[in-house]
């Protein structure tokens, strides 16, 4: 994916967040801003990684568009919901949102496509990296279901799974489903606990004067 010549230096640490069953209560089909429910905690999280210095970037399949149940500008208007519905509670809103509207038998034949940025394959990341200057292997993914620990490990970042969605779900559709031996490198209980996690990872010990 790098290619040389000039371009953002990769040195930002970014968190990809999954968005459904990580920020917002998962409810299948999301396809009004009236139907976001942010999780518990997760405010307060997402404005702790922020202080730290994290990009936080949400990677999110949105099928919905493939399925013609709303169209992407829906989408984006359920991210600016989220985004308003964040900072109210005491939060912040995350930098980015990068979504794959795809899916390979989509009703909307435009959608319908075995593209590289359905996780779990890696494209959102690998396209955020590109474009914000992400140093992948600085960096975590949070996700609530293997298919996104699958994307994060293929990206080269450092996963957790969290249980606060559908773990126990069985696999997206998708050409090339995780190796079954694959393991997240850490599991939480939900947001506020990855992010315990990262930020313990994220300062070693200060080295002894
Ligand atoms: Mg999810
Ligand atoms: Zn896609």
Redesign the pocket.
Known sequence: MSSPGPGPVAERRAVFL?????LVV?RDWLTRPDEVSVLPGVPGALLALASAGFVLVVV?NQAVVARGLVDENGIRAIHEHLDRELVRLGGVAPSTYYFCPHHPSATVPEYRTACDCRKPRPGLLLRAASELGIDLGRSYLV???MT?VAAGWRAGCRTILVLS??HLAPPFETPDPPDPDLRPDWEAEDLPAATRIILGDAHPHHEPR
Do not use: E, Q
């Not at 999954?18 to 990580?22: A, E, I, L, Q, S």
């Open positions: 999954d968005r459904d069953g990580v998962d999110s996700g609530d279901r996104d969605g559908r």
